[in-house]
């Protein structure tokens, strides 16, 4: 079992830079691979990034290539996603997210967290 909690969101200007964070408990932590998807307004839930269990691999949204950074410290059982050059289309609720496999599609998902909101301002 794996719980994930989300911070780090808020409102940004377009431009601007947020890290988000995803605590998670459990004991298998490291075990599972990690990742991120977001859900604009309106729009259904889409992938951002998910990264292995042991963080050496990281794949991302063609779209979000270059500005989007995940990360993992399994120490920590934390998770972070780094997005830089925000956009106003880069709004919405951004999920954490749990898989024994490479979370790359929502199929795959075993676990999310609760999200957090992204706005970012133009």
């Known amino acids: 079992q794996v719980q994930l909690v989300e911070s780090g969101g808020g409102l940004v200007q377009a431009g601007g830079s947020l890290r988000l964070s995803c605590a998670a408990s459990?004991?298998?932590?490291?075990?599972?691979?990690m990742g991120w998807f977001r859900q604009p307004p309106g729009k259904e839930r889409e992938f951002v990034a998910t990264i292995s269990w042991g963080g050496t691999s990281q794949w991302y949204a063609d779209s979000l290539k270059g500005r989007f950074t995940i990360s993992r410290d399994n120490a920590k059982k934390m998770v972070y996603l780094q997005m830089n050059s925000l956009e106003p289309e880069d709004t919405g609720v951004y999920f954490c997210?749990?898989?024994?496999?490479?979370?790359?599609?929502?199929?795959?998902?075993?676990?999310w967290g609760q999200g957090t909101q992204v706005t970012v301002s133009s």
């Open positions: 997210a749990a898989g024994r496999r490479v979370v790359s599609t929502t199929a795959l998902v075993e676990y």
């Open positions: 459990g004991r298998t932590f490291g075990n599972y691979a």
